[in-house]
C-alpha cells in the first residue's frame, strides 16, 4: 500500500511537469489547440465540466494501447453525467479544489488537492462533482486505452 501511493505520487509528480510542458498558450486553447466539452444533456441542474485533451500518444510498446493526459476542469458545483472510460486504466489527480468520485459498488470518496485515484478498466464512475459552490476544481487524468476507442461513454439518458 505504500509503495503503491509512492509509485502514485511520483507518476503525479511527472504528469504535472508533463503538463505544465503542454500549458495552455492561450486562453481555452492548449498547444495542440485541442479542447472537447463534454456534452451536456439538454436539461441540467448543475454546470457540467470540460475536458481539455492535452497529449494523446500510441504506445510503441505496447500496441493498441494509447497514452492519453487531459485537463478536466469543474466549475463551481459542476457534476459530471455518469459515465465509463471503457476498457481504459484511469489515473486521477487533483490539481485543484475538491472532488467527490464514486465508482459502482464502491463508497463516496472525497479528494483534495494533491490527491488522486485509479480506476480499473471497465469501472462505471457514477459520481464527479465539484463540492465547492464558489471555486472552481481541476483534474489532470491519465488513460491508458485501446486506440481508437472513445475516452468517455455517459450512460445512456444520464444527465448531470
Do not use: C
Amino acid at each position: 500500500m505504500i509503495r503503491e501511493r509512492i509509485v502514485l505520487r511520483a507518476l503525479a509528480a511527472g504528469m504535472v511537469a508533463a503538463t505544465a510542458a503542454v500549458a495552455p498558450t492561450a486562453e481555452g486553447s492548449t498547444a495542440s489547440g485541442t479542447e472537447r466539452p463534454t456534452p451536456r444533456p439538454a436539461q441540467t441542474t448543475s454546470p457540467s465540466e470540460t475536458f481539455r485533451l492535452l497529449i494523446e500518444k500510441a504506445l510503441p510498446n505496447v500496441p493498441g494501447k494509447t497514452f492519453t493526459t487531459a485537463i478536466v476542469d469543474f466549475p463551481p458545483s459542476a457534476r459530471a453525467a455518469p459515465h465509463r472510460h471503457g476498457n481504459a486504466f484511469v489515473y486521477a489527480y487533483v490539481l485543484k479544489g475538491t472532488v467527490l468520485s464514486q465508482l459502482v459498488n464502491e463508497p463516496v470518496h472525497t479528494y483534495r488537492t494533491g490527491e488522486s485515484w485509479v480506476e480499473p478498466p471497465g469501472a462505471h464512475h457514477v459520481l464527479t462533482e465539484n463540492v465547492s459552490k464558489t471555486q472552481p476544481a481541476k483534474l489532470l487524468v491519465v488513460f491508458v486505452s485501446d486506440t481508437g476507442a472513445p475516452i468517455k461513454i455517459p450512460d445512456p439518458g444520464a444527465t448531470s
